[in-house]
């Protein structure tokens, strides 16, 4: 007997789904990321406080906007990966606790990553903490609007054969929440302050292991409050 192979995404069984976020969420790069932006500041002569402040709530070209506008936003953004990349070669990384035994745990094709840096940055993070990659992972090269944007987690959910309605989304930051909630799929936040609209919160990634994994198999817990 022949079996066709089509171009269709085939779905697994009846089950739910995770995506991550990573910088924040699944690895610890805050100190790093600060490390980055001082360097970055320090070579075009500005404020490395003031850079650091805006680049924690917008995306590189915006920030090149509103801390260096008489400079190349390009030639901003070619130094900025240098250093992104140098970093990731020599820089010290850790991932949150819980993390390496929650991805090992999660059913294949079930999870996926949601990142707004580059899979290159990402694959060499996860290989200097040891925490398997998935096969789907959604970078800033993958999409034109990234977040707060939903399209990036519309399309890890698109890329796993998932509804929106079946996702369940992790993040730490404000824009990642929008994005996730814009999606139209359940938002919890961890390791961070709680940010307006999470569906839940933990201080902790560790503190929502056993939430995720019961989510991931299709076993709704009696703490979680219903999405709206």
Not at 12 to 25: I, R, S
Not at 48 to 67: G, K, N, S
Not at 112 to 127: D, I, K, P, Q
Not at 186 to 211: K, Q
Request: charged share 25%; glycine share 8%; net charge negative.
């Amino acid at each position: 007997m022949i079996t066709s192979v089509t171009s269709e995404i085939v779905r697994p069984p009846a089950g739910k789904y995770v995506l991550f976020d990573v910088d924040g969420t699944l690895i610890d790069a805050v100190d790093n990321q600060r490390r980055v932006w001082e360097a970055w500041a320090t070579r075009y002569e500005v404020d490395p406080r003031q850079v650091h402040r805006v680049a924690l709530r917008t995306r590189p070209m915006e920030t090149f906007a509103t801390v260096a506008p008489d400079r190349d936003p390009r030639e901003c953004l070619a130094a900025l990966h240098e250093l992104e990349d140098e970093d990731v070669r020599s820089g010290v990384y850790g991932a949150f606790e819980g993390a390496a035994e929650l991805l090992a745990a999660l059913p294949a094709r079930r999870w996926a990553l949601v990142t707004s840096n580059y899979e290159h940055r990402v694959r060499g993070r996860f290989a200097r903490t040891g925490l398997p990659v998935p096969e789907v992972l959604v970078d800033a090269a993958a999409v034109e609007e990234g977040k707060p944007s939903p399209v990036p987690y519309l399309l890890a959910a698109k890329l796993l054969g998932a509804e929106p309605a079946d996702c369940l989304v992790v993040e730490d930051a404000p824009s990642g929440v929008e994005a996730g909630l814009r999606a139209g799929m359940t938002v919890w936040g961890v390791n961070a302050p709680e940010v307006d609209g999470v569906h839940r919160h933990f201080g902790s990634l560790s503190e929502a292991v056993p939430e995720i994994l019961a989510f991931a198999v299709g076993e709704r817990s009696a703490a979680v409050r219903p999405v709206d």
